[in-house]
């Protein structure tokens, strides 16, 4: 199976502060790598696919690079809107792996 | 609008099964997969499994294999997730998600409320 390890595990930052969060896979995966949003309390919300392209309704605020094994995905400008946790997910292969997690606070 | 409405919480003993239905709208039905995801209290998310409501194909992942069943009823576009030998350990939040065939592979676009599953004896 492919690990998917995300960091930092929690951050907190600033109102509008621009926010990185990593994800690496145990193996290349090219761009097979997705981004989800999880409020608390909530269903998880689909933000980015194929590693840079954004789910229709995404606002433009949100944004993933990466390829191969390293990938990033970037908040801009952070809101209180944007407080949860954040999941990388491969599917490259299966079964279908989500990272651990990264929690973000303000 | 595309809408996802999964069944209520359910409360099982060990040893059980479960069934958990995924009614889906706004969408033709067949033209997408539906993917099982689910989630213990306070963990990461765990992909089970898909099927292809078009002909009934499923694929689950190792762990759940002889576990889990999915079906769909497509005159009433529902899928359906059957887990069996239920153990404390299976008490999570259940997720149904669309997922969408890309040159890249699956792509999970809109998602369940989540169905509670209680594990207790």
């Known amino acids: 199976d492919i690990q998917m390890t995300q960091s930092p595990s929690s951050l907190s930052a600033s109102v509008g502060d621009r926010v990185t969060i990593t994800c690496r896979a145990s193996q290349g995966i090219s761009n097979y790598l997705a981004w989800f949003q999880q409020k608390p309390g909530k269903a998880p919300k689909s933000l980015i696919y194929a590693s840079s392209n954004l789910q229709s309704g995404v606002p433009s605020k949100f944004s993933g690079s990466g390829s191969g094994k390293d990938f990033t995905l970037t908040i801009s400008s952070l809101q209180p809107e944007d407080i949860g946790t954040y999941y990388c997910?491969?599917?490259?292969?299966?079964?279908?792996?989500f990272g651990g997690g990264t929690k973000v606070e303000i | 609008q595309v809408q996802l409405v999964q069944s209520g919480a359910e409360v099982k003993k060990p040893g059980a099964s479960v069934k958990v239905s995924c009614k889906a709208s706004?969408?033709?039905?067949?033209?997408?997969?539906m993917h099982w995801v689910r989630q213990a209290p306070g963990q990461g998310l765990e992909w089970m499994g898909w099927?292809?409501?078009?002909?009934?194909?499923?694929k689950s992942s190792q762990k759940f294999q002889g576990l889990v069943t999915f079906t769909r009823d497509t005159s009433a576009t529902t899928v359906n997730m059957d887990l069996s030998s239920l153990t404390s350990e299976d008490t999570a939040v259940y997720y149904c998600?669309?997922?969408?065939?890309?040159?890249?592979?699956?792509?999970?676009?809109?998602w369940g409320q989540g169905t509670l599953v209680t594990v207790s004896s």
């Open positions: 706004g969408y033709n039905f067949i033209n997408y997969a």
């Open positions: 997910q491969q599917y490259s292969s299966y079964p279908l792996t």
């Open positions: 998600v669309r997922g969408r065939s890309s040159v890249t592979g699956w792509v999970f676009d809109y």
């Open positions: 099927i292809n409501p078009a002909n009934g194909d499923t």
